[in-house]
DNA sequence: GTCTATATGCTGATAGAC
DNA sequence: GTCTATCAGCATATAGAC
């Protein structure tokens, strides 16, 4: 049965990677401390090395589980077969999922830099992975004559640039709901590509 | 005549902020210390403070000059009299200037959070201002009846999200020239709009 | 105007007691 | 599994010599 002392990795390693994420995002990863994330778990600086291998790690780990995270659940998302069906289920999805995790998202996007090279090098093929998604879609759009776009990958980077720019302003319980943020967008995405 | 030794003032004052800003948009501005500061300028550490008062009014100063030289430029921009030559005139200055300064562009939008409370409120102050010229065009083509905005506020954001991604992909020397990017971002916006 | 030297404090990471 | 104690190093900022 339970245990009165010590052993809780099952709880702590996962409260470890929710305060980091959490203060990376708030103060970025080169401000804040390992002092500071154990204080925000409870425990002393030295217990978090039993769960990260170190400051460094713990960053990657963060970035490395949200791409997956991205790529499976677009993967899992419901789409249409023709072009224009799958631009809109990717536009609604990447509204959706990236309100869904501010912290991450923001991390994702702020701290590359501060990844070691090789980490830098993993992350970025798996960012290109999800790019090259509603990549795809632009091409076959262009095959099925829907949709003019005189650079694809110009487009690509200019939609996912728009789209995900809805977390820099999006504060929850505003004056517009997610799927009211969806719809104006999917028309602005529409228009963008002559569809 | 010209003296000898020390007084560099107005030369090593500019290099301290060039130093500065190419130091913290490479690095970012927590992970970078004043010793590199200073070595990059080629002088002692303690010297930097006869040119700041301390590192956050370093960041702050890089700033806010970023964002008067953005305001000063739009308004000396020349613009057409109708909305959609003025939008069109927006997206073209908007690239160009944001791609001729990647390095105070990179620093204005990442290290937002490292500001003093109240740094950060005057810093917020000068992007509204300029987010709001863009507000204003899009009203004027309401009203004119050449464009389609559902949400006015929502759209700023959407456009200016766009365009300021070409940032973080445009590189120099490659496939396509500024004016080809803008000429196709053009586009886009225009369509969004459904102009 | 710039230097050296220094005060004071925080950093990431490890060793060993319990 | 967590704690305390500690190492070695670097941080910002200042004081005073030149």
Same mark, same amino acid.
């Given at each position: 049965m339970a245990r009165k002392t010590g052993s809780h &990795?099952?709880?702590t390693g996962p409260k470890v990677r929710e305060a980091a994420l959490s203060l990376f995002a708030q103060h970025g990863f080169a401000?804040? &401390?390992?002092?500071?994330?154990?204080?925000?778990?409870?425990?002393?600086a030295g217990a978090l090395y039993l769960y990260t291998k170190?400051?460094? &790690? !713990? !960053?990657? #780990? /963060?970035?490395? *589980?949200?791409?997956?995270? /991205? /790529? *499976?659940?677009?993967?899992?998302e419901p789409k249409g077969n023709?072009? !224009? &069906?799958?631009?809109e289920a990717f536009a609604r999805f990447h509204i959706r999922f990236h309100l869904e995790?501010?912290? *991450?998202?923001?991390?994702?996007?702020?701290?590359?830099?501060? !990844?070691? #090279?090789e980490n830098f090098a993993n992350v970025e093929t798996l960012r290109r992975r999800y790019e090259s998604e509603l990549e795809a879609i632009l091409r076959a759009g262009q095959a099925e004559g829907v949709i003019t776009a005189p650079d694809?990958? %110009?487009t690509?980077?200019? %939609?996912?640039?728009? /789209?995900t720019g809805v977390n820099t302003w999006y504060r929850e319980g505003g004056r517009l709901s997610r799927d009211a943020v969806a719809d104006i967008y999917w028309d602005m995405v529409r228009g963008a590509v002559g569809a």
């Open positions: &990795s099952e709880i401000a804040v &401390s390992m002092r500071q994330i154990a204080a925000e778990v409870g425990v002393q170190d400051k460094q &790690s !713990l !960053l990657y #780990d /963060l970035m490395q *589980a949200h791409m997956d995270e /991205l /790529l *499976a659940a677009w993967r899992d023709d072009a !224009l &069906s799958r631009l995790r501010p912290d *991450a998202v923001f991390i994702a996007y702020m701290e590359l830099r501060n !990844l070691s #090279d694809v990958r %110009l690509t980077m200019a %939609l996912i640039a728009m /789209l």
